[in-house]
């Protein structure tokens, strides 16, 4: 069974920046990636990044595009996404998630105007 616990989070101002990390734990290597999700109050799910734990080949949404990077992190079975000129519209909860139907518990990122 795969967990993920994601960290990181908090209260930051438009234009800051914020990494959150998402620590996995289990067979990480089933389908060979990680991503990003985010939800904001009363939204959807929303994608924001993936890569893959291999070749580290990245994705991204279009919303987070240029501003927001991922990265892993093999020896720590770790996935990063660094997270640059915020903006209020950024906030949500951020999800960690194995493409396989896992989810961490989120962690709240607020972004002030």
């Known amino acids: 069974q795969v967990h993920m616990a994601e960290s990181g989070g908090g209260l930051v101002q438009a234009g800051g920046s914020v990494r959150l990390s998402c620590a996995v734990s289990g067979p990480t290597f089933n389908n060979g990636a990680m991503a990003w999700f985010r939800q904001a109050p009363g939204k959807e799910h929303e994608f924001a990044a993936a890569?893959?734990?291999?070749?580290?080949?990245?994705s991204y949404g279009d919303s987070v595009k240029g501003r927001f990077t991922i990265s892993r992190d093999n020896a720590q079975n770790t996935v990063y996404l660094q997270m640059n000129s915020l903006k209020p519209e950024d906030t949500a909860v951020y999800y960690c998630?194995?493409?396989?139907?896992?989810w961490g518990q989120g962690t709240q990122v607020t972004v002030s105007s």
């Open positions: 890569i893959t734990w291999t070749l580290g080949d990245t």
């Open positions: 998630n194995d493409l396989e139907g896992n």
